[in-house]
Structures are given as structure tokens and as C-alpha cells.
């Protein structure tokens, strides 16, 4: 049973950090690409960084960079997202997403809610 399931989320107020992280069982974790997206209230789900299958490459979209870094552990089939002088505007749900792009196969998590708010 392929599982993906995030923690670490929260209530922050602005210019703090927290450390996401999202436990994949159920699947060769190590074959796939890992990204992590978000979703505000009321806005699309947008894809706020990726990294490679053994981790030797990642990106970051332009509102997250500098700021957040994404990084995995394969003995340990964890994915973490670590945020950094975090913004009421990243308050969102983050979503852990796994991908083997030339297999079509797709997994994602439930979520989990991080706000940003004084």
C-alpha cells in the first residue's frame, strides 16, 4: 500500500522556520522524483521545489528561493522541506508529491497545513 504522509506543519508567525517532512512506504522511493507543492485558500496548487531521484539536483520556484531548501534521505525514504524565514504568504496546505515521469506513475500525500500569521 503506497503511502505518503507529510508532517511538521503548523502556526508560525512571520521570520520563523519549521521543518516539513513526508515518510514514503509502499514504493521504491529511491526511483522516484519528489517535489513538494502548495495550496493557498482560494489559489491554485503550485509546485514550490523538486529534487532528483538521488538528490543531486533540485529547484525552487522563484517565491521560495533563498528561503526554503528541499532535501531526502533514502535509507530513511523521507523527503523534508526546511522553511525559512517563512511569510504569511506561504501560509498554505503543503502537499508531498512522488513522480517517475518515464513509468507515469504518480503518488501524492493528504497534506499538511502550515500558517503563517502573526
Known amino acids: ?3 505518503l504522509v507529510e508532517s511538521g ?3 508560525v508567525q512571520p521570520g520563523q522556520s519549521l521543518r516539513l ?12 522524483a519528489m517535489m513538494w507543492y502548495r495550496q493557498a485558500p482560494g489559489k ?3 509546485l514550490v521545489a523538486n529534487i532528483t ?3 543531486g539536483s533540485t529547484n525552487y520556484s522563484d517565491s ?3 528561503r526554503f531548501t528541499i ?4 535509507v530513511k525514504n523521507t523527503v523534508y522541506l526546511q522553511m525559512n524565514s517563512l511569510k504569511p504568504e506561504d501560509t498554505a496546505v503543503y502537499y ?11 503518488y501524492w500525500g493528504k497534506g499538511t497545513l502550515v500558517t503563517v500569521s502573526s
Open 9 to 11: 506543519g503548523g502556526l
Open 53 to 55: 531521484s538521488t538528490g
Open 96 to 106: 508531498c508529491h512522488a513522480e517517475r515521469k518515464m513509468f507515469r506513475m504518480e
Open 44 to 46: 491554485e496548487r503550485e
Open 64 to 66: 521560495v528561493k533563498g
Open 21 to 32: 517532512s513526508c515518510a514514503a512506504s509502499g514504493f521504491t522511493f529511491s526511483r522516484y
Open 71 to 74: 532535501s531526502r534521505d533514502n
Open 1 to 3: 500500500q503506497v503511502q
